[in-house]
């Protein structure tokens, strides 16, 4: 009998070269993946991860509520008190796991690609459902020069708020974005001047656009936002940086150490070295919606399936990710042919791709292993993985995103406004 819990599988940490061609072998090029849950002890889970409500604080009280699940993941995740392992993903093999990122350091291009690889010796992206019951404080990304100043990386990231996982909006689904034109610099040193004041008010300088399902946004570094509360599939960059800019959310207090967690330690009380990490015309734009926000585009469909571009565009000129929705229709097979590896999230039905089966779980507990996620090496991204839809009524729907510059085909920003 298949392993149904993480607790019965061996962990293994060097020469996984074996059981990586064993995986590899078993799944038609595609990697079985493990959940990764990963809490925030400053946030209130939104309960819409199909994570049992007996889990919800599975790390313990202490480290906070789990409202985020990883995917496709080599990135750790930057909490205090973390797990060593916090943030990986875990390829799932004959009763053994190892990391992903494990596995793209031993095989390297066999997982990721040759241009990926030579460029960046990882694989650079993750993605993630980010999922919590009300906003989260206003805050930014540094850009990789100011992240690299605490030998950290930049992270730009994307939103799409799937329809299968936002059958409530929860208590505020409105986000925040960048600051009101006018606003002047000196009006954000007084919010960061006044942290222990009482609420710094720095959303009153911002403006708050409501969030619709199967809608998303494109937000590069050094941009505020205050995330609202619909449950977001986020492609990002490979690091887990940020500063909150604000101090109270919902009568709860923002520590000020997480203002300047990812900056360097002389500048800690520096408010002028704090507000110039901000991109100040970025986030003045007056056009910020038409330059960040994303409607899906159709990329290819037929009688079996249809697959749409939910996250594209380029963030100062460069392709950081981007990612796709494919839905196959009720007993549709379809083979999708793609220019790179891709991690994949099930979020609605049942099927195969290549040898695994498919299906995506109602209810997941904290150690249990679903057949939900997995992971498409480059060369069988190319080649063409079969995906075939089991259910007679049914929709199977999954959502995959890509790493950088993999794409240049894709839309522009705006595109979906262009018909």
């Not at 050094?222 to 492609?235: F, I, K, Q």
């Amino acid at each position: 009998m298949a392993a149904t819990s993480v607790m019965e599988l061996e962990t293994v940490s060097t020469n996984v070269q074996n059981l990586l061609a064993q995986a590899l072998d078993q799944g038609g090029g595609l990697l079985r993946l493990a959940p990764c849950w990963v809490p925030r002890s400053f946030l209130q889970p939104g309960l819409r991860l199909k994570l049992h409500p007996d889990d919800t604080y599975a790390f313990g009280l202490d480290r906070g509520g789990i409202d985020e699940r990883w995917f496709g993941s080599t990135t750790e995740a930057m909490n205090d008190n973390r797990t060593p392992d916090e943030g990986l993903s875990y390829v799932i093999v004959d009763g053994n796991r190892f990391t992903l990122r494990d596995a793209v350091t031993e095989a390297g291009a066999g997982i990721v690609g040759q241009t990926i690889w030579d460029q960046y010796k990882k694989w650079p992206v993750y993605s993630k459902f980010f999922d919590n019951m009300g906003p989260i404080p206003h805050h930014m990304h540094q850009n990789a020069a100011q992240a690299a100043l605490v030998d950290q990386e930049g992270k730009p990231e994307s939103y799409y708020f799937p329809p299968q996982h936002n059958n409530v909006g929860n208590n505020f689904p409105y986000t925040f974005f960048g600051l009101t034109p006018g606003t002047t610099r000196q009006q954000i040193v007084d919010c960061i001047a006044n942290w222990n004041k009482g609420d710094n008010k720095i959303t009153a300088l911002s403006q708050a656009h409501q969030l619709e399902p199967g809608t998303g946004w494109l937000v590069g570094p050094c941009l505020l936002h205050a995330p609202g509360s619909l449950c977001t599939y986020e492609p990002q960059w490979g690091s887990d940086v940020f500063g909150m800019y604000q101090n109270l959310v919902e009568g709860r207090e923002v520590p000020w150490a997480l203002l300047v967690k990812d900056m360097p330690a002389d500048k800690h009380q520096d408010i002028d070295f704090i507000v110039d990490q901000l991109d100040w015309q970025g986030n003045i734009d007056p056009n910020f919606k038409e330059n960040h926000y994303l409607e899906p585009i159709v990329d290819t469909q037929d009688d079996a399936h249809v697959d749409k571009w939910i996250v594209y565009g380029d963030v100062s000129g460069k392709q950081y990710f981007s990612a796709k929705e494919l839905t196959v229709h009720p007993r549709g097979k379809v083979t999708m042919k793609d220019k790179g590896a891709t991690s994949v999230i099930v979020v609605q039905g049942q099927g195969k791709a290549n040898k695994l089966m498919l299906n995506c779980p109602k209810l997941i507990r904290f150690h249990e292993l679903t057949e939900d996620e997995f992971f498409i090496t480059e060369a069988t991204a190319k080649e063409g993985v079969t995906i075939e839809n089991t259910s007679d009524t049914e929709p199977l729907v999954m959502l995959r995103y890509f790493g950088p510059d993999v794409n240049p085909g894709a839309p522009s920003v705006g595109d979906h406004a262009k018909g």
